[in-house]
């Protein structure tokens, strides 16, 4: 594959984990270009972050589409039309298709805000995960990069970095750690796999 790779982002929220690969490419740090940035929502402040650095961008709302296998085609042509090599998940809140996980076999990554295979699944995402590692009382935390397979938070993990979790922490305090371990963690774990270390 030629590098720089290309790459799409897919988004939900805030998208700081976006803005952490467009510095970690800006700083030479990973060797990728954002060809699109994909969010599930259209009020995504990441939406904002990409038209910053003139990334383009593509909604993707199920419910735009007569039937979910229409939304799943367009997708996949949407990714065909901007040659993407590989999809970063970064705080996507939706199912990835089936399909594009097969097109995209061992290429499509995620980041998931504990130590997995600790705290993912259904469900754990956002404060319940960091809620969830209080209520159970451990001493450490972290984030993890993996590639995405059709089992949530399920594939091979590329990368994990821990955090200690303190005497007096709360969920916000923790997830602010975890996502900094977060923005550390991804660009390499990405310019890993892309370079073919993984
Ligand atoms: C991160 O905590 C990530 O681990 C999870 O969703 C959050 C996204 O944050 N999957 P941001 O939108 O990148 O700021």
Do not use: C
Request: glycine share 8%.
């Amino acid at each position: 594959m030629n590098l720089p790779a290309k790459l799409a982002v897919f988004i939900s929220g805030g998208g700081t984990n976006l803005q952490s690969l467009i510095d970690a490419i800006k700083a030479g740090r990973l060797s990728a270009r954002i060809a699109l940035v994909v969010s599930s929502r259209s009020d995504a402040y990441g939406l904002v972050r990409a038209e910053n650095e003139k990334i383009e961008t593509f909604i993707y709302k199920v419910k735009d589409f007569p039937s979910s296998d229409e939304a799943e085609n367009h997708l996949l042509a949407v990714l065909e039309k901007y040659e993407i090599d590989y999809i970063a998940l970064a705080g996507f809140l939706k199912m990835v298709p089936a399909s594009i996980i097969r097109r995209y076999k061992d290429r499509i990554t995620n980041i998931h805000p504990a130590l997995l295979p600790k705290y993912g699944g259904k469900g754990m995402y956002g404060h319940y995960v960091h809620e969830a590692v209080l209520a159970a009382g451990d001493e450490e935390s972290g984030a993890t990069v993996h590639i995405v397979d059709e089992i949530y938070d399920h594939g091979l993990i590329l990368k994990q970095g821990r955090v200690p979790v303190l005497s007096d922490d709360t969920p916000e305090l923790l997830a602010e750690r975890v996502l900094k371990m977060e923005h550390q963690i991804y660009p390499e774990a990405l310019e890993n796999l892309i370079r073919g270390n993984k």
